[in-house]
Nanobody
Framework: QVQLVESGGGLVQAGGSLRLSCAAS????????MGWFRQAPGKEREFVTSIRWSAGYTYYADSVKGRFTISRDNAKNTVYLQMNSLKPEDTAVYYCAADSKVAGIGKTSTEYNYWGQGTQVTVSS
């Protein structure tokens, strides 16, 4: 079993920055792939970014490329999402996800078995 706890969400003005954290515990082999997704009201959950825990390979949605950065701290078992140049359209609940897959980018939510509870990010214009 893997437990994921997100933190760091909040209200920020357009152009500002936030850093989300996802603290992972349990099931090291079940979190070889870590991802961030987001879901805005009335919309489907969408892929934001993912990272291969051991190798550090990263992947990004086009909408956040160049503005968001995913990283991980092995010692703290934590994955971070640094979000810069935030836009109102980035407003959503952000979810951390994990899976044991040894291959693939993890761009679809169905590829993940473990999810955090989500953290709200609101960007005002």
């Amino acid at each position: 079993q893997v437990q994921l706890v997100e933190s760091g969400g909040g209200l920020v003005q357009a152009g500002g920055s936030l850093r989300l954290s996802c603290a992972a515990s349990g099931g090291t082999n079940n979190r070889l792939l870590m991802g961030w997704f987001r879901q805005a009201p009335g919309k489907e959950r969408e892929f934001v970014t993912s990272i291969r825990w051991s190798a550090g390979y990263t992947y990004y949605a086009d909408s956040v490329k160049g503005r968001f950065t995913i990283s991980r701290d092995n010692a703290k078992n934590t994955v971070y999402l640094q979000m810069n140049s935030l836009k109102p359209e980035d407003t959503a609940v952000y979810y951390c996800a994990a899976d044991s897959k040894v291959a693939g980018i993890g761009k679809t939510s169905t590829e993940y078995n473990y999810w955090g509870q989500g953290t709200q990010v609101t960007v005002s214009s």
